[in-house]
């Protein structure tokens, strides 16, 4: 999605950064500096630096960010930022690794919205928009193997760890039918002909009894940071969930398929989906013959999920033409996913 344009200027965000900061750390003298949008196309997020002075020790400078919730929006789902901010501590008590988070809240004293405030981690992400991006990351086969064993890790821990935050399982046949509303707000209709006919073959072929654990709901590339061909964490939790783990699988394996994109996308050097699926049945030790649905399914959802932002972007109600980019894809990942799933 577009980023949420901010309710506040950048200096009343900078004032009610640095109110929140001194509030929080006790110290009336902190200062927030060098406020700045960070990248992605999801969600009102912004860096900055704190620089202030615990009591009686030496002063500290801090790389942190800030992410609001959409203002006037129902705090719910993805808008929901202090339930993020609930899910990142408690997947960080479990080990995985995510920003650690300094201060949430759903005061509106400070922005006029709840928000959540995580640490800086450096590291290095790359998206669709960035062909160029994995030249800085040395071995991606390496990356790729990490990025595997971190999402094992994750499907295997007990979803009931969770269930304070997660709601129960999204059954696959309704999670197909709800993307069903979304198909006529396309930004041009061609581009998703194809996806009754893909919706159809998965229905006539759901996954048997899937195995039901944490899923990130968009464990991509531009989603897990990577420093030193390792991944230093998992980004960008407002869609996980308890459901088919595999999900997350397809998903991945789609941001890695170059017969999905088409120019001006052009994919960077990657391990294939072939790689991927092969070292996640070697770490996870579960039978994956049926990724091929799931891979089908990402396609489906990604499919109608792009020509959506091209609509909302095209009407002028979420600005970004990245989507204008990605469109020539669309129909190319929609017929992909038919014939993944025909064979």
Not at 81 to 87: E, F, G, T
Not at 118 to 136: A, K, M
Not at 296 to 310: P, Q
Request: hydrophobic share 40%; aromatic share 6%; with cysteine.
């Amino acid at each position: 999605m577009a980023p949420s344009k901010p309710s506040l200027s950048k200096a009343e965000l900078e004032v009610g950064l640095q109110r929140l900061c001194r509030a929080r750390t006790g110290d009336r003298a902190a200062r927030v500096t060098d406020l700045r949008p960070v990248g992605g196309h999801a969600g009102l997020t912004l860096g900055f630096d704190l620089h202030w002075t615990p009591e009686a020790r030496t002063p500290r400078n801090e790389a942190l960010i800030v992410r609001l919730a959409p203002p006037g929006v129902r705090a719910a789902g993805p808008a929901d930022v202090v339930r993020q901010a609930r899910l990142l501590r408690c997947l960080s008590s479990l080990g995985v690794p995510v920003p650690g988070v300094r201060w949430s809240g759903s005061d509106t004293r400070y922005f006029g919205t709840p928000f959540h405030v995580v640490e800086h981690i450096h590291g290095r992400t790359f998206g669709l928009d960035e062909p160029d991006g994995t030249r800085e990351m040395g071995d991606v086969h390496k990356v790729g193997r990490d990025a595997i064993r971190r999402l094992a890790e994750l499907h295997r821990l007990d979803p009931a760890r969770t269930a304070s935050v997660l709601d129960e399982p999204l059954d696959l046949q309704t999670d197909i039918v709800r993307w069903d509303r979304f198909v006529e707000r396309a930004g041009d209709p061609h581009l998703v002909v194809d996806i009754p006919e893909l919706r159809s073959k998965l229905r006539a072929r759901m996954p048997r009894a899937p195995r039901i654990g944490i899923v990130h709901g968009d464990y991509q590339w531009s989603n897990v940071l990577v420093r030193e061909e390792q991944i230093a964490a998992i980004l960008d939790w407002e869609l996980a969930a308890v459901g088919p783990v595999l999900t997350d699988l397809g998903w991945l394996c789609l941001f890695s398929e170059p017969q999905c994109w088409s120019p001006p996308i052009v994919l960077p050097p990657l391990p294939s989906p072939r790689e991927l699926v092969s070292e996640y049945a070697r770490q996870c030790g579960d039978d994956v013959d049926e990724i091929d649905w799931y891979r089908a399914h990402a396609a489906y959802k990604f499919g109608i999920i792009a020509a959506l932002n091209l609509g909302l972007h095209l009407r002028g109600k979420r600005h970004d033409p990245f989507w204008e980019e990605l469109a020539p894809s669309v129909p190319q990942m929609i017929r992909h996913g038919i014939a993944l799933i025909s064979t």
